[in-house]
């Protein structure tokens, strides 16, 4: 009897001298992207912009067209609309697109871009919080043409998780909008 008892004794104190229990630190994903490299985008539109050298083009109908970018699996979507004396309403529309994701958005914020020597007036709009679409874009000339520009991942919204390659795809989007160059002979 003596012997079960020492043997309780024993597991006792040996369950005592726990070593004491230390969290692991948190790990955060890194994620590595290419160096952005730029190279001139020459599509069937009256336009033409530098785009990333990681970026395929895909020609979708004679109005809309995506730049794809596989290694973050997302979408710029364009769509062209000729202006004819509608500008108001292409803006409004445009507009409303954008704020039809204030469900899920947490803040707008918007960058506007003018050069007035090429006719290029853009908007810049950054969504953050789970919203569809993180990123709008419109472009006019404001008397003939006008572009939306809208950006998809192919992943649940969840802004944490996309951030960073939002954060990396912001300079591609803001050198496409400053080499935006509209071609006269086309409208």
Known sequence: MKWRYLIWLVFALGACRREESVPKPEAYLRLEYPPHAYESARLPFPFTFDKSVHARPEITSDSTFNLYYPLMKARLHFTYSPVRGNLTRLLTDAEKLTY?????????????????????????HYVTG?????????????????VTASLYF???????????????????VKR????????????
């Open 100 to 124: 039809k994701h204030a469900v899920k958005a947490d803040e707008f914020i918007y960058e506007d871009y003018a050069n007035p020597r090429d006719s290029v007036f853009a908007r810049i």
């Open 176 to 187: 496409l909008v400053e080499s935006w160059k509209w071609l006269s002979s086309r409208n």
């Open 130 to 146: 789970n919203a569809a679409s993180p990123l709008q874009i419109q472009i006019t000339d404001s008397t003939r043409h006008f």
């Open 154 to 172: 192919r992943a649940v919204p969840n802004y944490d998780s996309i951030r960073p390659p939002l954060e990396y795809l912001k300079k591609d």
